[in-house]
């Protein structure tokens, strides 16, 4: 073979070895359709059902992580004002609160601001102070599958006023979403409809929505601040509890160490299960439907459901 010819061939190699390097280092393509951000992982699962492939949502809560404490990367909180739409909780994650007075994101989203969330906030009997003298409330809304229903509409209405476009395809993502969620509703509620006990004991009070739901008692071994150690008289009060009321599991959390639950079911010869606040996105793979599944599965086992 002549050396014209080997060089005839040579060339085009050259060349898409050159076009591979370029690609390797061009920069990777934007997302697709509406930005949205949301404040922690329900609120995600929301938004994700409702947009479908019409929307990239990212939640600044990480995958695994505690909710309540997190702190916000400079580059998050300009994401907070750049985003297309952010849905949050107010008065449950202060950097986020924080954010968005800073940022004023052009669509917002506050599921504290929908009128049956806000009413049953509102309703709820435990309140703490805080360091800061804040009466704080339950906020986990989500594990009453009807109240995660009832932001639907407020997100399929948001996206819909930021890609008026699709305002169709938002509105059957909700209802679908909504169908979705009352089964799971008619599923919890028949699977705790015949139970032997009712009583719950949690590591910290964050399923009082699911317990008025499903006509359950909460008895928790701290309040609303997942890392506060329980007081001895609060431990007797457990103990007095299991024993009068015959329980059976103490619930444990996938977020919280499950060591003084450990310590006090071993004590009191009782068994433990891990009940899903459903803060942040699980690492097993499982989304929220699945992880309310497994709740109910949990919940049945410990309360001797028929």
């Given at each position: 073979m002549s050396t014209r010819r080997r060089r005839?061939?040579?060339?085009?190699?050259?060349?898409?070895?050159?076009?591979?390097?370029?690609?390797?280092?061009?920069?990777?393509?934007?997302?697709?359709?509406?930005?949205?951000?949301?404040?922690?992982?329900?609120?995600?699962?929301l938004v994700q059902q409702i947009g479908g492939d019409l929307v990239t949502v990212t939640s600044l809560t990480p995958p695994g992580a505690e909710p309540h404490d997190i702190e916000l990367s400079p580059r998050q909180v300009r994401e907070v004002g750049d985003a297309d739409l952010v849905v949050y909780l107010s008065g449950f994650q202060a950097a986020v609160d924080q954010a968005i007075a800073s940022r004023k994101?052009?669509?917002?989203?506050?599921?504290?601001?929908?009128?049956?969330?806000?009413?049953?906030?509102?309703?709820?009997?435990?309140?703490?102070?805080?360091?800061?003298?804040?009466?704080?409330?339950?906020?986990?809304?989500?594990?009453?599958?009807?109240?995660?229903?009832?932001?639907?509409?407020?997100?399929?209405?948001?996206?819909?006023?930021?890609?008026?476009?699709?305002?169709?395809?938002?509105?059957?993502?909700?209802?679908?979403?909504?169908?979705?969620?009352?089964?799971?509703?008619?599923?919890?509620?028949?699977?705790?409809a015949q139970c032997e006990r009712t009583s719950i004991v949690t590591s910290h009070a964050a399923f009082g929505y699911l317990a008025q739901k499903y006509r359950l008692t909460q008895v928790s071994l701290s309040g609303l601040d997942p890392e506060a150690e329980p007081s001895p008289a609060r431990l007797r009060e457990i103990r007095g509890v299991v024993?009068?009321?015959?329980?059976?599991?103490?619930?444990?959390?996938?977020?919280?160490?499950?060591?003084?639950?450990?310590?006090?079911?071993?004590?009191?010869?009782?068994?433990?299960?891990?009940?899903?606040?459903?803060?942040?996105?699980?690492?097993?793979?499982?989304?929220?439907?699945?992880?309310?599944?497994?709740n109910l599965a949990a919940l049945r086992s410990a309360l001797g459901c028929s």
């Open positions: 005839v061939i040579a060339l085009p190699v050259a060349l898409a070895g050159a076009g591979l390097l370029l690609a390797g280092c061009a920069p990777a393509a934007a997302p697709s359709g509406v930005q949205v951000l949301a404040s922690f992982y329900p609120l995600q699962y994101p052009t669509h917002l989203v506050d599921a504290a601001s929908v009128p049956t969330i806000a009413e049953h906030i509102a309703s709820q009997d435990a309140a703490e102070t805080t360091d800061t003298g804040i009466q704080a409330r339950d906020p986990h809304f989500w594990l009453d599958p009807t109240l995660l229903a009832a932001l639907a509409p407020e997100v399929a209405s948001a996206l819909s006023t930021a890609d008026p476009a699709h305002a169709d395809a938002y509105a059957a993502g909700a209802t679908t979403l909504q169908a979705s969620l009352a089964e799971l509703d008619t599923e919890l509620s028949s699977g705790l024993e009068q009321y015959g329980v059976t599991t103490i619930f444990t959390e996938t977020l919280v160490s499950p060591k003084v639950a450990e310590t006090l079911a071993a004590d009191l010869r009782i068994a433990t299960a891990v009940l899903d606040p459903i803060e942040s996105e699980s690492s097993s793979g499982t989304d929220y439907r699945g992880a309310m599944e497994q």
